[in-house]
């Protein structure tokens, strides 16, 4: 434990990012559920607390707006450092450096209260007691951060999530749950985890008001209309004031729309049946359910309001809204073992919070229903933690939104630099000190926009728009600006980069130690064990008499020609099969005769897991004969659990045959069972041992026709794509080679990794060939393969599967990023072994995009920079954006999208940057002329030349093109810094000379002396100044506004270009046309002399065409040569310094060797 009042948990086995690896496994501790923030505790002091409440009074409430920015600072004036268990509040700190105040709750609960919760305590310290005193109350000592409840744990020394109290469990501990919690029990339960709902907060307006004027950005704005309206600005101030309040008002409306919206997907209370202690079952909202509740499931189904493990029955599960995947899911019961129960590793057996169950039978006394243990409730649930991400999110951490604020940080030292040169023009002059502080003030005001935040948005709002009306829905637009700068894409194979639906292409069946001839059609099988087997190996259910479920599986029972049936018996007995309980019956064709061909009917399955690779079931024939175990799933992985004399000799070659020319291969096993097996009980760890070979489905998986042109696409724009499956690594290849990821002229090189046996080191290859290892390493043949690839400058590309995968990172680390850095191909890939990956090329700097369809690519999706998900929903939690188109072609609009909105965001930023030069120009300049702008000049400035072409700007759509350059994402850079530089001195100089030449006319009057500012209007000096100014802010919108490569030329935005028209036409009248009301309104000054307007448009002719030139000029790498001067500088990226070291070593990889880990040195010390 930390010292008291210290920074704690959080603070254990932290490295910095130079020493993290770059594939780190979860520790144990990291797998727990202590508080992952640091923390510490603080008491309440009263005098304190009294002296801030005075000085807030004293400040006018500016002391409390302070210390609502800097919680730091505010628990540090009004409490003392004090032992985390004693704390009243809690000040936490998580691993972005954000700070949160939270308040401790403390709460008794009756004697026992734990130990009903959490069961024998003392025999497991995971289910820990949280009694601070061995009295007749327990004190409970708890916080809520982001929805979930923290409890304090004495023997862990550390405040630690509720959900701790339930993760030893087994699945024996679940299935002995069933008899239901007892009311003492529960009520002391909800004590300890709440209530069981994921309640959203709605603020009110009144809340949401004070929260968005505190904002530094409104305190900003309030400060300035108080400035305004002293200055005697009183039009400007009331222009903005409503401006600013119409702002708030939509701000508002939005905030509490959305998170009404958000509320009413997350809040889920239904009325669910549960089982007591005593054998009775009781009706009871949802709301009080909590772990250990034993649910039964109605036929009908349940939206479900909690996750649990399924003890009893099937049901069949739509999980669109948490995974985008709009097929069903067959869910079977958990086993009887004692394995520790994980909703991750037993998703199949697991019932997901915010899941529809769309039909439960075979887990009630009827036959009907089904029946779960709630494992997690409220934001413990997966529900829960998806709708925390969209709550809480994590801060972005992209180089445009921090240059974004050092960039403010700037302006405001310039402002502070003008505050004190005005300072000292305007104390030379008659000015009294209200007055000099007022201008010097205003200079703030001038130079900091305060429309700046608002303005860098509105090209993300463009751009989401765009992509919703092309069917591409997204729930975090501050992520579209990353899409720019994407620069590897993942891609998952199956419904993603080819068809979802697969066809039968045929059988190789087992005969003798070798396979006999290719079966095109299942349907032709003899009757056996094979044709029994791919009719009866699947998960599929009946709704509404149609079959349901995985489309594979639906291709695989259509080309049988069987059919899927139901027991009529609600119990799911059925005396045809010798009364045993059943949960589907397979039925040969009628015309066939069911003489030749039986019936087969399932009494227990295990369904398919993306992490075990396989499924397997249990079947018995008429009169509940002949009990047999099938087994289908990945070959290689149905091969290991088959006796070894099963499988047939040239059954490596085989697969690799058909896996290289892109098939789909399933294998397929069976094992016959006793008679008197209990398929209800029988673990399937010994069901699934010893089983004999019975042959492969072959099946064609088509390339999506959209994949090769989008990838072709990516490949022309420097954009790397991936592939990362769940299938076989040659077919994953094949795939590969027909999407134009890997091209016919390039070569493929396999890496093998094996972890260390009780006989061999862990071992490394890299090979060529199909795949497998090579056995002959002569120095001959490695001398030609070496000279192949190196000398010829052959194209190479890794593929690697995720066994190997996962020795690599474990035994291999040095290795893993000059891997990752030429991986194309990762197959075999487990979803958990999916987000590792992403993770991992995260770690070497790439911007990873990932694109899947939503099922096993969740925590990938969530994990990438970019997570597009394919599905049906027009918006899936599970990733931040989803496209309803069912192929990839999404993605290169997305990379449009974002770098279109990527440079409308620099743009927009430059302009408001300059926006703010021009003005302070302008000011400073009359200043030292004695004098000032308008109020209505600010007026027409601010609100009609602005504001309308900053919002305008930004409607130029994404080129129809991916460059291969993408565009710049830092601020702080040479070009964007030198072009503001430049620019800056331009307009500078512009505006001097306009005055300049204005002084030096045969017609000018000087200024009256004895009065200052803008009482002093209209004068020559300011009419001049105002008229060059004015052209200047046109002029930037036109110079900065970038067009190709990344966004349509300028005339495509025509509302734009209406716009300029407009305002151009505008200021040559309010300076050629002779004088009128208007210019009488904006106190302008009446110039008669025609050829000194003249000039003054040819200054501003001047001015435009030298701006515009020196942007080309900057764009087309005029500033190169200063980086020449400077040396060749590695990149900052990893991945780019990577790329250079792996082309300089012409012997990596290394081909058709052996390697093992580097040995470590004991050094013995006496």
């Not at 600005?233 to 702002?247: H, P, Q, T």
Request: hydrophobic share 45%.
């Amino acid at each position: 434990m930390d010292s008291p009042g210290s920074w704690g948990q959080g603070a254990v086995g932290l490295t910095s990012p130079e020493t993290e690896p770059i594939i780190k496994d979860p520790t144990p501790k990291e797998l727990a559920a202590v508080s992952h923030m640091d923390v510490q505790g603080y008491r309440w002091v009263c005098w304190k607390v009294w002296l801030c409440r005075i000085g807030a009074v004293c400040s006018l409430g500016l002391l409390l707006v302070l210390l609502k920015w800097r919680p730091r600072l505010g628990i540090l004036a009004r409490c003392t450092l004090c032992p985390i268990p004693m704390a009243d509040v809690l000040l936490l700190k998580d691993r972005c450096g954000q700070q949160f105040v939270i308040d401790v709750h403390t709460e008794e609960i009756g004697e026992g209260g734990l130990e009903y919760a959490v069961g024998e305590a003392d025999e497991n310290e995971c289910r820990d007691t949280v009694q601070l005193h061995k009295e007749k109350k327990t004190l409970l000592r708890y916080y809520v951060f982001e929805g979930m409840r923290y409890i304090w744990m004495s023997k862990k020394g550390a405040y630690c999530k509720a959900s701790i109290l339930n993760e030893g469990w087994t699945c024996a501990d679940l299935h002995g749950r069933q008899q239901g919690l007892s009311r003492a029990d529960q009520s002391a339960r909800k004590q300890i985890f709440g209530a069981n709902i994921i309640d959203v907060p709605v603020k009110s307006y009144l809340q949401l008001l004070i929260e968005e004027v505190l904002n530094p950005f409104y305190v900003f704005q309030v400060f300035s209309i108080v400035l305004w309206i002293s200055d005697h600005y009183y039009y400007y101030a009331a222009c903005i004031f409503i401006i600013s309040f119409i702002s708030i008002a939509v701000s508002l409306y939005e905030i509490r729309k959305q998170s009404t919206s958000l509320r009413r997907m997350a809040r889920l209370v239904v009325n669910v049946t549960v089982r007591r202690e005593t054998g009775e079952e009781e009706h009871v909202s949802s709301e009080e359910l909590v772990p250990g509740d034993c649910v039964v499931i109605p036929a009908e189904g349940l939206l479900l309001p909690c996750d649990a493990g399924l003890l009893a029955g099937e049901c069949m599960v739509n999980e669109s809204m948490l995974t985008g995947e709009s097929i069903p899911v067959m869910k079977t019961p958990l086993s009887v073992s004692e394995e520790t129960y994980n909703a991750e590793l037993q998703r199949r057996h697991t019932l997901f919070c915010g899941t529809q169950v769309i039909q439960a039978k075979g887990g009630g006394p009827d036959g009907k229903g089904a029946i779960a243990v709630v494992t997690c409730t409220g934001f413990f649930t997966a529900k829960g933690d998806l709708i925390s991400s969209v709550l809480y999110p994590q801060p972005l951490d992209f180089r445009f939104y921090s240059d974004a604020m050092k960039f403010i940080l700037f302006l405001a030292v310039l402002a502070l630099a003008g505050t004190i040169y005005s300072l000292v023009i305007l104390s030379k002059s008659n000015t009294t000190w209200q007055e000099l502080l007022i201008r010097s003030l205003d200079i703030v005001t001038i130079i900091v926009p305060p429309a700046l935040p608002a303005a860098i948005t509105t090209a993300t709002i463009y751009a989401q728009k765009r992509l919703k009306g092309r069917g591409v829905f997204c729930i975090s637009p501050p992520r579209i600006n990353i899409c720019g700068k994407i620069s590897l894409f993942c891609f998952d194979k199956t419904g993603t980069l080819t068809e979802e639906g697969l066809d039968v292409w045929g059988v190789m069946e087992v005969s003798g130690t070798g396979f006999a001839e290719l079966v095109p059609d299942p349907h032709r099988l003899p009757p056996g064990l094979m044709l029994s087997a791919i009719a009866s190996c699947h998960s599929l259910a009946l709704l509404g008499g149609q079959p349901l479920g995985d489309p594979l599986e639906l291709k695989m029972i259509e080309s049988t020609g069987w059919e899927l049936t139901e027991p009529a018996n609600e119990m799911g007995l059925d005396s045809e099969f010798g009364r045993q309980r059943i949960q589907a019956v397979m039925r040969p064709p009628a015309s066939e005769g069911t003489s030749v061909h039986q019936p087969v009917a399932i009494v227990r399955r295990y369904p398919f897991s993306s992490t075990l690779q396989r499924m397997s079931v249990v079947t018995v024939g008429p009169g509940g004969d002949s009990p047999t175990a099938f087994l289908k799933g990945a070959p290689e992985m149905v091969a290991s659990f088959c006796l070894r004399g099963s499988v047939p000799t040239q059954f490596s070659h085989t697969l690799r045959e058909y896996a290289s020319q892109g098939f789909r291969v399933l294998g397929l096993a069976y094992k016959h069972l006793a008679k008197d097996t209990d398929a209800s009980t029988v673990e399937r760890v010994e069901l699934e041992k010893d089983m004999s070979f019975l042959g492969l489905l072959i099946m064609k998986n088509q390339v999506k026709p959209e994949s090769a042109e989008v990838i072709h696409i990516l490949k022309l724009a420097n954009l790397r794509p991936v592939m990362v499956t769940g299938d076989n690594i040659l077919t994953a290849v094949n795939v590969a080679h027909a999407c134009g990821m890997v091209l016919s002229h390039e070569r493929v090189i396999f890496v093998h990794a094996s972890p260390p046996t009780a006989n061999s080191m862990a071992l490394l290859q890299f090979h060529q060939g199909d795949g497998v290892v090579a056995s002959v390493n002569t120095q001959e043949s490695m001398d030609a393969l070496s000279q192949g690839l190196y000398q010829n400058d052959a194209g190479y590309h890794l593929a690697i599967n995720g066994i190997s995968f996962a020795a690599l990172c474990d035994h291999f680390p040095e290795y893993v990023p000059k891997v990752l850095m030429r991986g194309t191909v990762y197959a075999r890939m487990t979803p958990d072994q999916k987000t590792q990956l992403v993770k991992a090329l995260q770690k070497l700097n790439y911007r990873v995009g990932m694109c899947g369809d939503g099922a096993n690519d969740c925590g990938a999706l969530r994990a990438a920079d970019v997570g597009v998900s394919l599905s049906e929903a027009e918006a899936s939690v599970a990733s931040p954006f989803t496209s309803k188109s069912d192929n990839i072609s999404c993605v290169p609009l997305l990379i449009k999208e974002g770098r279109c909105s990527l440079v409308t965001s620099f743009s927009l930023f430059k302009y408001m940057a300059l926006y703010s030069i021009i003005q302070f120009a302008s000011v400073l300049i009359l200043y030292t002329e004695k004098t000032n702008l308008g109020d209505l000049q600010f007026l027409f400035i601010d609100l009609v030349l602005v504001t309308v072409l900053a919002i305008v700007m930004g409607r130029g759509g994404p080129s129809d093109e991916l460059h291969a350059q993408r565009p710049a994402a830092s601020l702080i850079s040479l070009p964007v810094v030198a072009s503001l530089l430049l620019h800056t001195v331009l307009i500078i100089l512009a505006q001097v000379s306009a005055l300049l030449i204005t002084v030096s006319q045969d017609w000018y009057v000087p200024l009256n002396a004895t009065v200052t500012g803008a009482a002093n209007l209209p004068n020559m000096e300011d009419t001049s100044v105002f008229a060059l100014s004015g052209f200047q802010y046109i002029i930037m919108a036109i110079v900065i506004t970038k067009g190709y490569p990344y966004k349509k030329p300028l005339f495509y935005n025509v509302l734009f270009l209406i716009t300029l028209l407009i305002f151009f036409a505008m200021m040559l009248w309010l300076v050629l046309y002779r004088y009128t009301i208007i210019h009488k309104i904006l106190k302008l000054y009446n110039i008669t002399d025609m050829n000194y307007k003249l000039l003054l448009v040819a200054l501003v002719a001047l001015n435009f065409f030298i701006c515009y030139l020196l942007e080309l000029l900057i764009d087309r790498g005029a500033l190169n040569c200063l980086r020449s001067l400077r040396g060749k500088r590695e990149s900052k990226k990893q991945f780019k310094r990577l790329d250079v070291l792996l082309a300089e070593t012409r012997s990596w990889p290394p081909l058709n060797q052996t390697l093992v880990p580097p040995q470590s040195t004991i050094i013995g010390v006496s």
